[in-house]
DNA sequence: ATAAACCAAATTGGATCCAATATTCAATAT
DNA sequence: ATATTGAATATTGGATCCAATTTGGTTTAT
């Protein structure tokens, strides 16, 4: 018996599965903000009924990725400037203590592996891909804290703010100081110095929400 | 046309109503933790078919109020010392920007409500009613803040954490303390002093988490 | 007697069907 | 011509039915 073992049980449900796919379409961009999800045609898409639709879109809705109305349906959830705005404050607020408790956490190997994500994000030169690596970086470091609920509610506000984090980086000079700022967050972490890194990640996330509102309609 | 209008598409739908009824019912510990949510003995509870059972089992299990596995079913959430201890960190992290938020923009008609139900709480000898007195003073003072997320926020790790903020109350000195400590928040809000304010709520929760863990096993 | 194999009941996940509501557009009245 | 009514269509919410999986007890083999 020289099988593999694998956790069957863990084999993902038709409705986890469209959750999935919604949620990244969603803050990946690929479904624009008000663009209604019509859940028939999403059943057709993944040759399912529209129950497992349904209660994925429940579940967004709970994470509030999109907003339903009853007998209307869901639509792909926007935010306001003053909400963007919120978010921000919230991340800013959430973030410096995950990092916090994370970097007496971090291992070697985590480190190298914060490194190289680093250096692939500043490396980049294709836009589609900004957002991903600036997310990666982030939560590869955010990763070795076990502050289970706090890393739940960063990770949502995220989601909820994707979109405007991928805009603010391709605007000005977005890439080139959140690269040198992740550098900067990076080192304190590599020195162990966890207050700065928080310190740091405080000053990374309200620069983006000023430079982000900056470039907001009438806000 | 004198009719009165009214939403008639707010009214609630089965799944939503099955929702909240459940919600009440675990964060009001009339459901223990660890016991098994059967979507059949619920449906028949509310009248309906498993379909909005279901949907509103998702649902809590996205605001972590239970725990599914697939084909086993779900169970009511519970918390380790380690996870509470977490809640509580978050709360006080997160309520205490609530109230500086909220405290430039309560009215003279929300102050005199608060201090009502501040005497409320203080006054009741019903141990029953003593969680909801409890929130529902603190929930008052922060209604008259705008930072919606903050305050879904807060609202879902109240929940979590409503049966440890129940037994907290009836243990040792704890209602006489929690009475003496919300009369202090108020009394800032009324002042205007948001940074004091904020420090109390602060403290009111730290000072409710170590009591709590004090008497809980083996933290 | 004990442990593996297995069958029946219970339970959940998903599909299909029906009901309730919304939307669109043609018909009609003013 | 425009606004209103009303029917046809589209879409969502919920009910019922079937399939997949778990669970608990029973049988059977050793």
Redesign the interface.
């Known amino acids: 018996m020289k099988l593999k073992s694998m956790d069957i049980?863990a084999?993902a449900?038709a409705?986890s599965i469209v959750f999935d796919a919604l949620r990244k379409a969603i803050i990946g961009g690929q479904l624009e903000e008000g663009e209604p999800l019509r859940q028939d045609e999403i059943a057709r898409l993944f040759n399912t009924s529209r129950?497992p639709v349904?209660?994925a879109i429940?579940?967004l809705?709970?994470?509030?990725l999109v907003k339903t109305?009853?007998?209307?349906g869901a639509v792909v959830a926007g935010l306001s400037p003053q909400?963007t705005e919120?978010?921000f404050?919230?991340r800013a607020?959430?973030e410096p203590?995950i990092i916090r408790n994370a970097v007496p956490l971090m291992s070697k190997e985590l480190l190298t592996k914060a490194r190289d994500k680093c250096a692939a994000f500043s490396a980049s030169s294709d836009p589609m891909e900004w957002g991903d690596l600036n997310r990666d970086f982030h939560e590869t470091l955010y990763s070795a804290s076990d502050?289970?609920?706090?890393l739940?509610?960063a990770h949502n506000?995220i989601d909820r703010v994707e979109r405007q984090i991928r805009a603010q980086l391709v605007m000005s000079n977005g890439m080139e100081r959140a690269g040198r700022e992740h550098f900067g967050i990076l080192e304190a972490c590599e020195e162990g110095d966890a207050e700065q890194a928080a310190k740091l990640t405080r000053d990374h996330i309200q620069g983006a929400k000023k430079s982000l509102l900056a470039h907001l309609p009438l806000s």
Do not use: C, M, P, W
């Open positions: 049980s084999t449900s409705s129950i349904r209660e429940s579940r809705e709970e994470q509030g109305q009853r007998y209307k909400e919120e978010i404050d919230l607020l959430v203590e502050l289970k609920f706090f739940e509610i506000a």
